[in-house]
């Protein structure tokens, strides 16, 4: 559903992507993991098409994000780090908001059910304003699903959430999960371990590795994300640098 080839993008004589390639399948929530300032958030704003790459080619559902890009945004759920959301706006009202947006039609249904699925309902009478942080990461989940789009791609959606929240948004991620595309970027890994069976590792504008968390073991010939994450990165710093 999502395949990334050759990636590059440079910001003035900075090399923020170095040519970097992967591929994301439907089923399956991949985990985009590195720490702050690998890349991650860049990555993320190219599949989407709010920034072009320099180089190298995005396809989603086979289509070109640069050459077919209005068709190509449609099949995509983006919710960005920065949950940006009209705070005066009731629940209800801003989903409806973005229905319009994209021409959702029965309006009015495909809001009660994204509020049913989100879990929005105890809250959906509240001004965005009076929610709870993790009660306005849901509100900006629902907004990235209410087209029921293919693909969802989310940066950092359990950035700063208590124990409590951070379950009820995986299980949340996991469900939808089932049958979209997800890629979740972060630099948790907890949250990798929780929610996903592919992982990408990128540090420092390049992939460092690539592969399926069920094969983790076999592969590094380690238990544990956190230990095979040290090892890459450590490695890849003398690599690349």
Do not use: W
Request: hydrophobic share 40%; net charge neutral.
């Amino acid at each position: 559903m999502i395949k990334v080839d050759n990636l590059t993008k440079k910001y003035n004589s900075q090399s923020v992507l170095k040519g970097i390639s992967f591929e994301c399948t439907k089923g399956r929530i991949l985990g985009f993991l590195g720490p702050n300032g690998a890349g991650k958030s860049t990555t993320m704003r190219i599949l989407t098409g709010y920034l072009p790459p320099d180089g190298g080619s995005v396809l989603i559902g086979g289509l070109d994000i640069i050459k077919n890009g209005l068709v190509a945004r449609k099949q995509i759920g983006y919710l960005p780090e920065s949950n940006p959301l009209y705070p005066g706006m009731y629940i209800k009202e801003a989903l409806g908001f973005v229905a319009d947006l994209y021409n959702v039609s029965p309006r009015e249904k495909r809001v009660d059910e994204v509020i049913g699925l989100t879990g929005l309902g105890p809250e959906q009478h509240k001004q965005i304003k009076d929610l709870s942080k993790g009660y306005r990461q849901r509100v900006g989940l629902a907004q990235a699903i209410i087209h029921d789009p293919a693909i969802l791609i989310l940066d950092e959606p359990t950035s700063g959430l208590d124990p409590n929240q951070l379950q009820d948004i995986r299980a949340l991620i996991t469900r939808l999960g089932k049958d979209k595309t997800i890629i979740l970027s972060t630099h948790i890994m907890q949250e990798v371990e929780a929610v996903c069976e592919d992982v990408v590792i990128i540090h420092h504008g390049n992939i460092v590795a690539n592969f399926a968390m069920e094969k983790m073991s076999e592969t590094f010939n380690i238990e544990r994300l956190e230990d095979v994450f040290i090892q890459l990165t450590t490695e890849s710093a003398s690599k690349f640098e």
